[in-house]
């Protein structure tokens, strides 16, 4: 009997009530199996291979560099522990084509022996300190560990590409990732090149340089050539490209509007200077012919040397603002630049692929051996884990698995003090379902991680592959039988996790939606589609954000149903965040066509409001019972958390 009709079967027995799930929790331990194939690196890590003595969840692992991320994206330039985890932000003045970085450094503490947990640490970074989506933030963190490995100790290229405050923080000893976990602690230094944009945008992180011709190199040294992680680097590109073209586009609308407005002031200001010159002239007239006496002329004069003098300020700050003009002019400019150098590599890497793939299926790149259709389709991972998975299956009795394993698959991409989980994961998850649990992640050898993630295999590319796949496509009626069973089974039992969904280009706005955690498959999402998901917050059992109703308005979320709970009545501007102190909720709010600060309550109303203007692009910091924000001028400014009355 295949793995698929077993499956089916349970899965049918589950909807019926006639088989229970007696170890709670054990659906959420599957969690772990859904990424630990994908995308290894195509260069070899050595990682630990034995025994573990602790497991920490993934959310806990990811939240090490998650927390070091939101700390660097709040302003300080340095957070964590040398001993253990910590990131370097060096970023300096522009220096010819040098590039900023993050530097994620491994103290000799730190207990990550395995490259897919560091990947996890790297992504929670990504997501914390540049809001990049998680599954944009585990594409970077795979080409950013390979990048670093492909370049460790090679300070010639690092001197070369990188300005001198970010050499400042290296040694050419720790520069870059080793291949071996047992050189990791106190010895690495992961350069994290920075791109153009700020946090939110996808140009954050500069994909040019982890996706050099290098790495590239490097990833086609795989068996598949690493088709996968190249096209999903495509793919990002080119969404770089088009984020990119629509903020120039955004930003020559805003340039034309401003030229516009300056080209009449300074219409208006030359028709003022004319009619003071000659009033000017005719007071001087008046004077000569004692037509104004003395006191009545100089009084005039004064007069007019007063306007005289203002029409000179206005016309040295429309000078400024002109010149303002032409470095945004530049600005945009660039971004065009940039997005059509974005286009093009990603149509050369798109050629290189088509053209990789095109020798592969005449069999004139790296032969693939008989079984490699079934390894293909199947989740890569690093030890050959769905192979004992098939064989685990057969070894486990009903009710039971194997016994140490259990906690692994809980944990089967998560850190251990003294080791990691690498050679069970997928063993686990074959021995639960032949033990009557759902696995549908790493159970069977022909599904694997890569469709339970949604994401392309690549076996379509591969002829090997096609003939695997022709030679199951008696079980397909039962593979999709088994698909709708596990929908139906994941919408009845499991709370799920919320996510966000951006559903259109170049802009934030988008839904939130309701996940399995073990499979990452949506469950349910909210009819509104126009939240802007940077701003979603889970305050006191609600999820918070900013949503397009009759304007921008604070919305509460319903996390359990996904439906509208209640929105505020204040007006937020479309650039705010939201932040969080306790269940006090800020955010920036637009009256009479200025910026203010206010503080609301999980109701949603509003508590407090600054009576100092705040910059449209401020961020908060609480710090020892105070709140410190950017004004109207941009200058930092301390205010009362409680009623944001300016302190000092």
């Known amino acids: 009997m295949t793995q698929a009709v077993r499956g089916v079967r349970f899965l049918s027995m589950l909807l019926l009530g006639s088989i229970l799930v007696t170890r709670p929790g054990l659906l959420q331990a599957q969690v772990n199996t859904d990424e630990l194939g994908k995308g290894q690196a195509p260069v070899e890590f050595f990682n630990y291979e034995g025994p573990v003595t602790r497991i920490d969840s993934r959310a806990q692992i990811r939240g090490i560099g998650y927390t070091l991320g939101t700390a660097v994206r ?312 769905t192979a004992d998975g098939a064989d685990g299956a057969e070894e486990a009795t009903a009710g039971e698995d194997t016994g140490d394993d259990a906690t692994d698959g809980a944990g089967g991409a998560e850190e251990a003090a003294t080791g990691e989980d690498d050679g069970g994961d997928a063993a686990d998850g074959a021995e639960e379902a032949a033990a009557g649990e759902d696995d549908d992640d790493a159970a069977d050898g022909e599904t694997g991680d890569a469709e339970e993630t949604g994401e392309e295999s690549g076996a379509e590319d591969d002829p090997a592959a096609e003939s695997a796949k022709e030679a199951g496509g008696e079980e397909s009626a039962e593979a999709d039988q088994m698909e709708q069973a596990l929908t139906a089974v994941e919408n009845a039992q499991v709370p799920g996790i919320v996510g966000m969904v951006i559903t259109g280009s170049g802009a934030s706005f988008g839904t939130i939606i309701k996940l399995n955690p073990a499979s990452g498959r949506e469950l349910k999402r909210t009819e509104l589609d126009t939240i802007n998901i940077r701003t979603v917050v889970l305050v006191d059992t609600q999820i918070i954000a900013v949503a397009k109703l009759d304007g921008l308005r604070l919305v509460a979320i319903d996390p359990d149903t996904l439906e509208l709970a209640h929105q505020g009545e204040d007006t937020i501007h479309p650039d705010s965040l939201l932040w969080v102190n306790g269940t006090d909720i800020y955010g920036i709010i637009v009256s009479e066509g200025n910026c203010y600060l206010a503080r609301f309550d999980t109701a949603l109303i509003r508590q407090a409001q600054s009576e100092l203007t705040i910059h449209p692009y401020g961020t908060l910091i609480f710090q020892e019972n105070m709140l410190v924000t950017q004004s109207a001028d941009g200058t930092a400014v301390i205010l009362d958390p409680v009623d944001l009355t300016q302190g000092r």
């Open 74 to 385: 709040s302003g300080v330039t340095r957070s964590g522990s040398e001993s253990r985890y910590f990131v370097i932000h060096g970023a300096a003045a522009p220096e010819g084509t040098r590039l900023d970085a993050d530097i994620f450094g491994l103290g000799s503490g730190v207990g990550v022996d395995h490259i897919r947990n560091l990947r996890l640490i790297v992504q929670g970074y990504l997501e914390g300190a540049y809001q990049y989506s998680a599954q944009d933030a585990n594409l970077l963190a795979q080409y950013i560990t390979i990048y670093n490995a492909v370049y460790r100790g090679n300070w010639a290229y690092f001197n070369g590409i990188y300005k001198r405050t970010v050499l400042s923080y290296l040694s050419p000893d720790k520069a870059g990732l080793s291949l071996r976990f047992s050189e990791w602690p106190g010895k690495t230094l992961i350069l994290i090149p920075l791109g153009i944009g700020t946090a939110g945008s996808l140009s954050a992180i500069d994909t040019t340089s982890i996706s050099d011709s290098t790495v590239l190199g490097e990833l086609r040294k795989e068996g598949d050539l690493s088709m996968d992680q190249r096209r999903d680097m495509v793919e990002f590109k080119e969404r770089e490209a088009e984020e990119a073209e629509q903020e120039a586009l955004r930003q020559q609308q805003a340039l034309a509007e401003e030229e516009a407005r300056l080209a009449a002031e300074r219409a208006a200001l030359e028709a003022e200077q004319e009619r003071i010159a000659q009033e000017q002239a005719q007071a001087e007239a008046a004077a000569a012919q004692g037509q104004l006496s003395p006191e009545a002329a100089a009084r005039a004069a004064q007069e007019l040397a007063a306007q005289e003098a203002a029409a000179r300020k206005r016309e040295q700050e429309l000078a400024e603002q002109e010149a303002a003009l032409a470095e945004q002019r530049e600005q945009a400019e660039r971004l065009e630049a940039f997005a059509e150098q974005k286009r093009d590599e990603a149509q050369q890497d798109r050629e290189t692929i088509a053209g990789d793939q095109q020798e592969r299926m005449d069999g004139e790149v790296l032969p693939v051996q008989a079984d490699g259709a079934q390894e293909a389709a199947a989740a890569e991972d690093d030890g050959g884990d």
